[in-house]
């Protein structure tokens, strides 16, 4: 063991003559280990959020969705069929017509947007999965759908209400006198199922089945607005893009699950960095206190240190001796920090101590990344404070 970091670890260690300083200490580890633990926390818990909130893009979004460049739909053609079919990295693609229209209940009215999908549907994005009542549309049935929860609350709608049905117009088209009579175009369907997910999806859509949408809009037989892919590994989503959109040309527009949904993503990322930023500034204001104890740990220790440097100790040993002192200290008050919050993270994700509703605990997420940039921060603060602290010293002060 060196010299420096020997005298460093008893300083740490050893109590001094001064209570003052012995509490300083206590009180720059406790900051510490409380910064340490409320920024591992924080970026397990927006971990846990993004996760979540991705999880329910994965029901709202495909991983690519094709549109037409102009206009609101196409054709489908046999080249596109087989580009489509041809690609090993497209695991299943199904049809969508999507439109918006008005829904019409009783004395209620609200504008939405039907989407007709093909029965492969929730192949494509799960949707399935996030009903919170009922069931996905069953071709065997006709006149079916599946509509949003906050739809569902503001029309006062029920599931399998069989008594009135929802009613889904759409303008017909046309220029000159239009009889007012006689303006749209509509369907009366019968909820089957209502679905969950982010505020904005839970209120845009119905889902019916594509015959359905076809019959609504009066398209032809082979006419869609889009086409929704589901990748074998989403990994490849950008290079599987570049090449349908090569193919496929500029009559196309081929976009990934994160271009579809680019706000969003820019949301979650931000206020990470931000939090991130925002518990890094706490941080620094805690390690004033270890910066004091540093300080005050010196002037305590004059004596010694004018001892040392008559036995032949340099300035530089001297100053390295608090700088270790700093970075240890440090260091102990991030480690234990750490395993607090590493508890605690491993105790939420198991037991929910924080819940956001009755029924659903706050997410969080362990991630050694997380791990990482905490230690990392930490420990290079750490080491900045401690340098900040033993510049106080000077051959002068040490001779005075």
């Not at 093909?118 to 009903?131: C, F, G, M, Q, V």
């Amino acid at each position: 063991m060196c010299f420096s970091t020997y005298i460093a670890k008893r300083y740490l260690f050893t109590k001094t003559s001064n209570n003052a300083i012995n509490i300083i200490t206590i009180i720059a580890s406790f900051g510490v280990i409380v910064g340490s633990l409320a920024l591992f926390i924080i970026l397990s818990g927006f971990s846990g959020l993004r996760t979540f909130s991705y999880g329910l893009l994965d029901s709202a979004s495909p991983d690519i969705k094709i549109v037409a460049s102009k206009g609101k739909s196409f054709l489908i053609s046999d080249t596109i069929s087989q580009i489509l079919n041809q690609n090993s990295d497209i695991k299943s693609f199904a049809k969508v017509i999507e439109e918006r229209v008005f829904l019409e209940y009783e004395n209620k009215n609200e504008i939405a947007f039907i989407k007709g999908v093909s029965a492969n549907y929730p192949e494509i994005t799960r949707i399935d999965s996030t009903l919170s009542t009922g069931i996905w549309i069953d071709t065997n049935y006709v006149n079916t759908a599946v509509i949003g929860r906050t739809i569902a609350l503001k029309l006062s709608l029920g599931v399998r209400n069989f008594a009135e049905p929802l009613r889904i117009l759409v303008p017909k088209p046309g220029i000159g006198f239009i009889n007012p009579q006689n303006a749209f175009y509509k369907i009366e369907v019968q909820i089957v199922g209502l679905y969950t997910g982010t505020e904005e999806f839970e209120s845009k859509f119905v889902f019916v089945d594509i015959d359905q949408a076809i019959d609504l809009l009066r398209f032809k037989e082979n006419q869609i607005t889009a086409f929704e892919i589901k990748l074998k590994e989403y990994s490849t989503a950008n290079n599987v893009t570049n090449q349908l959109q090569k193919a496929l040309g500029a009559g196309f527009k081929v976009q990934t699950k994160a271009q579809l949904n680019e706000v969003f993503y820019k949301v979650i990322n931000t206020e990470n960095v931000v939090s991130y930023l925002i518990f890094t500034l706490i941080i620094i204001i805690a390690l004033f206190n270890v910066i004091g104890s540093i300080i005050m740990m010196i002037i305590d220790k004059k004596d010694n240190l004018k001892t040392l440097f008559s036995l032949g100790a340099t300035v530089a040993e001297i100053k390295k001796i608090f700088v270790i002192q700093g970075f240890l200290l440090t260091l102990f008050g991030m480690t234990f920090g750490l395993i607090l919050g590493v508890i605690l993270v491993f105790l939420q994700k198991e037991f929910g101590l924080f819940m956001i509703t009755e029924s659903m605990a706050y997410p969080v997420e362990f991630q050694f990344s997380n791990l990482v940039v905490v230690i990392f921060t930490i420990t290079f603060l750490g080491f900045i404070a401690a340098k900040i602290a033993s510049s106080r010293i000077t051959k002068e002060f040490i001779e005075r």
